[in-house]
């Protein structure tokens, strides 16, 4: 939980000590007590599947449990902000440069590999809280062949570093690859960037909560609570609505206590979190409250729409190649000696990410019109995970035209929200996909993968023995989730109906409530979202300090 309290308090930080929050390369054995293990309601369009749903049940949140890929997405998503909250000139990719590098320190790769020529300087902060950084180790037979791959098949280009707002270029780029092979390492270039430094994991509570933070005597946090609800606060001789008390309580013990702000409440909790405690504190649409039995204290229909998130479908290859095991615990032992080594990396999916902009000719884009936020949002994002025998690909749709919910499942706090993230709900985005795994086909039909790759598994839809119903009903069979949630507290133009708080996040028609964390983001990015939220974060800060000036 992200909230402060006034008093001092002995600090316990959750994730302090707990090594699978620390070694990136522990991600995956991460336990489930640190998530809040969600799950979507049945999905329509996706064979009625309901979809396992992770976020982070710790301090610093998902970002203490996620995958650690950096990439702040294109330019456009942030001048889509300023577009949406009618205020250009704090929140567009221009104007919010200064908190882009402000949340961000770029750290050298562990093992003392010099960085220079696989990322571009210019684009990164070295001041910031959160160390960005590269993969400890150099590139590998995969690495040499997508490089091999770029020189054959000229649709897909290179671009050095993907964080600099114009991740799709021309046409599609691939973000690690070797250029040169007798090179080697030197000149692996535009290399993934990762929310790791120093060989551990960086997250909301390393970065924002360390030491110097702890150290001031205005900030409490507590752990293991859950906020049930904001509250109404006496009013203050105006006739407005003054929401400043949250209550809090935990599900072990029947305690409840009552806070309330002298200036103003921060909502942090997530995608789900927000609008969950919003709905639970009868904000939100009259018709649904009254359906669970929460009396409406302010009417906000959009809390809990609108909710963005990217989809994904994955198609499999045969390879001709094994795994490459690695001795778990001398990997231990290596990374407590000095922090590199397998462990001090992420081992899995996502390592090699291909980025692709469908052209403005695409049909699909004539028929349903273009939902990329502008020319340099790409369309589709391919993370491949090769682990021999076989390898997936995920055809991840960035600009879905579907949108989704939450909303309440009862009247108590403790239960969780109903999350129906509406799927390829519309026709665009399962014919996006389809398009996503036609891309992945054309970027492994080439001689550059001959010996690695010796079968497609599918679902293909170019399989003539196949109708397009079969076919489809294999895609929504394994469509899964990003875990990119946003927009279900949705910033707007403060003239606006719609949407639930304004162009400085305060939460439109109330005094004293303001939202601060993925839920503002109107659209989902065209990236993994844990850069946009530092962004919006860091700006947010400077809004909240200049009004209490
Ligand atoms: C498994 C996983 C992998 C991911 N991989 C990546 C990646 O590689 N790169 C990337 O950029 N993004 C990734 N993401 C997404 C990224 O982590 C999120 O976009 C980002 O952390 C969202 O930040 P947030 O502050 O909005 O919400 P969160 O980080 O989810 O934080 C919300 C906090 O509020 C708390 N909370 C919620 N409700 C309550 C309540 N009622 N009372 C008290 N506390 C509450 C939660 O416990 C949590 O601590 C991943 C997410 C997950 C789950």
Redesign the pocket.
């Known amino acids: ?3 402060y309290l006034k008093q001092g308090q002995t600090w316990v930080l959750s994730n302090e000590r707990i090594l699978e929050l620390i070694v990136p390369g522990l991600h995956v054995q ?1 336990p489930n007590t640190y ?2 293990n969600y799950t979507t309601v049945p999905q329509v369009m996706v064979n009625n599947r309901s979809i396992e ?19 702040r997405g294109s330019r456009d998503d942030y001048d889509l902000w300023g577009r949406v909250s009618g205020d250009p000139k704090t929140w567009s990719w221009e104007a919010l440069q200064k908190w882009i590098l402000k949340s961000e320190k770029w750290t050298a790769p562990v093992g003392g590999r010099d960085p220079t020529g696989q990322y571009d300087p210019r684009y990164h902060g070295t001041d910031g809280p959160i160390r960005v950084s590269l993969t400890w180790s150099g590139p590998d037979d995969f690495d040499r062949r997508a490089s091999r791959n770029t020189e054959i098949q000229k649709e897909f280009i290179e671009k050095l570093d993907s964080n600099d707002g114009e991740p799709a270029g021309l046409c599609a780029y691939y973000t690690v690859f070797l250029l040169d092979e007798n090179l080697k390492e030197a000149s692996l270039k535009a290399w993934t960037q ?2 790791f430094g120093g060989g551990e994991r960086n ?2 509570a390393t970065g924002y909560l360390g030491s110097r933070a702890r150290g001031r005597p205005n900030l409490s946090i507590i752990l293991n ?4 609800k904001v509250l109404p606060s006496t009013q203050d001789g105006k006739r407005r609505l003054d929401i400043r008390t949250v209550e ?1 309580g935990s599900k072990s013990s029947n305690v409840t206590l009552r806070v309330t702000a002298r200036k103003e409440v921060i909502l ?7 609008p ?2 919003l709905l ?1 504190s009868g904000i939100g649409e009259e018709s649904h409250l009254d359906s669970v039995g929460v009396k409406m204290v302010h009417r906000l229909p959009d809390v809990g729409r609108g909710m963005s998130d990217h989809v994904c479908a994955m198609v499999t290859y045969t390879l001709n190649a094994t795994t490459p095991s690695i001795d778990e615990e001398a990997a231990l032992r290596q990374w407590q000696a000095n922090r590199t080594g397998p462990l001090a990396e ?1 081992r899995e999916a ?1 390592r090699r990410i291909l980025w692709s902009k469908f052209p403005k000719s695409s049909p699909l884009l004539r028929q349903y019109g273009d939902p990329a936020s502008g020319p340099h949002a790409p369309h589709i994002e391919i993370p491949f995970n090769a682990a021999g025998p076989t390898m997936a690909a995920f055809a991840v749709l960035l600009t879905p035209h579907s949108r989704g919910t939450v909303k309440l499942a009862s009247s108590n ?1 403790f239960d969780d929200p109903l999350i129906d993230p509406g799927y390829l709900s519309h026709p665009f985005d399962i014919q996006a996909l389809t398009e996503g795994i036609r891309i992945t086909k054309r970027w492994f039909d080439s001689p550059a993968w001959d010996g690695l790759i010796t079968g497609f598994l599918g679902p293909d839809p170019d399989n003539a023995t196949w109708s397009e119903t079969a076919f489809q009903n294999a895609l929504k069979e394994s469509v899964g989730t ?5 927009g279900t507290a949705a910033m707007s133009a403060s003239s606006s109906a719609a949407g639930v708080v304004d162009h400085e996040l305060k939460v439109k028609g109330v005094h004293g409530l303001r939202v ?4 503002a ?1 109107p659209y989902v990015p065209t ?7 530092y962004v919006l ?1 860091e700006r947010a800060a400077d809004i909240i300090k200049s009004s209490w000036k």
């Open positions: 939980m992200s909230y991460i998530d809040w749903y992770r976020r982070g049940f710790v301090l610093g949140g998902s970002s203490s449990v996620n995958t650690m890929v950096y990439t990762w929310t997250s909301a609570v859950h906020v049930k809090i942090s909790a997530g995608a789900f979190g927000t969950h405690i639970n992420w996502g706090p990003f875990l990119h949630p946003v601060v964390d993925a839920s983001i990236a993994h979202t844990q850069a946009a939220v974060a």
